[in-house]
Nanobody, 124 residues
Framework: QVQLVESGGGLVQAGGSLRLSCAAS????????MGWFRQAPGKEREFVAA????????AYADSVKGRFTISRDNAKNTVYLQMNSLKPEDTAVYYC?????????????????WGQGTQVTVSS
């Protein structure tokens, strides 16, 4: 069992930055690849970024590539999402999730555990 708690969301102006954190419970954090997803009102949940168990590889949605960076600290059981050059269309609830899978990270149904989400609002 893994419990995930996101933090770091908030209100920011367009062009600004935020850093999201996701703290995981348990001693098996390094056994899971970690992903970030987001869901805007009236829209489906969409993949944002993912990182391998070791942190040696990652993947990004085209919409955030070059602006967002995912990282993890296995000693702290935490995964991060650094978001720069934020746009109003980045406004959403952001969720972190954990999966034992090594492929298919963009697919929400492969993730076994989810956090409760943190709101990110970008004003124009």
């Amino acid at each position: 069992q893994v419990q995930l708690v996101e933090s770091g969301g908030g209100l920011v102006q367009a062009g600004g930055s935020l850093r999201l954190s996701c703290a995981a419970s348990g001693r098996t954090f390094s056994s899971y690849a970690m992903g970030w997803f987001r869901q805007a009102p009236g829209k489906e949940r969409e993949f944002v970024a993912a990182i391998s168990r070791s942190g040696g590889s990652d993947a990004y949605a085209d919409s955030v590539k070059g602006r967002f960076t995912i990282s993890r600290d296995n000693a702290k059981n935490t995964v991060y999402l650094q978001m720069n050059s934020l746009k109003p269309e980045d406004t959403a609830v952001y969720y972190c999730a954990a999966t034992p899978r090594t492929t298919g990270w963009g697919l929400h149904y492969i993730y076994d555990y989810w956090g409760q989400g943190t709101q990110v609002t970008v004003s124009s």
